[in-house]
């Protein structure tokens, strides 16, 4: 499974942007998919987005439409999330993940990065 090492998580004030980064430890195959989660206190693991290694087709769930960007760069292995309009109840750890794109489940995860938003 290929290592995933998160960063760029941290303290903002509501309305605040931030950027996380997601860094594979090895070149990440064309026939990858790459997520990002977010589990906040209490509550269980969800899905944030999602990015086609190859044709950068994306996805977002409905609570991060419009405000979250993911995109990857392929020549640094490293996939990132642009959070915009930032909220309390964005205040969660968020973690990357990976599979391949033929899976259901991801199987290759980060250790997570806290994210928290004062209002």
């Known amino acids: 499974q290929v290592q995933l090492a998160e960063s760029g998580g941290g303290l903002v004030q509501a309305g605040d942007s931030l950027r996380l980064a997601c860094t594979a430890s090895?070149?990440?195959?064309?026939?990858?998919?790459m997520g990002w989660f977010r589990q906040a206190p209490g509550k269980e693991r969800e899905f944030v987005a999602q990015i086609q290694w190859i044709g950068g087709r994306t996805s977002y769930s409905d609570s991060v439409q419009g405000r979250f960007f993911i995109s990857r760069e392929s020549a640094r292995n490293t996939v990132y999330l642009q959070m915009s309009n930032l909220q309390p109840e964005d205040t969660a750890v968020y973690y990357c993940?990976?599979?391949?794109?033929?899976?259901?489940?991801?199987?290759?995860w980060g250790q997570g990065t806290q994210v928290t938003v004062s209002s």
């Open positions: 090895e070149r990440t195959f064309s026939n990858s998919v």
């Open positions: 993940a990976a599979k391949r794109i033929w899976s259901a489940e991801y199987n290759s």
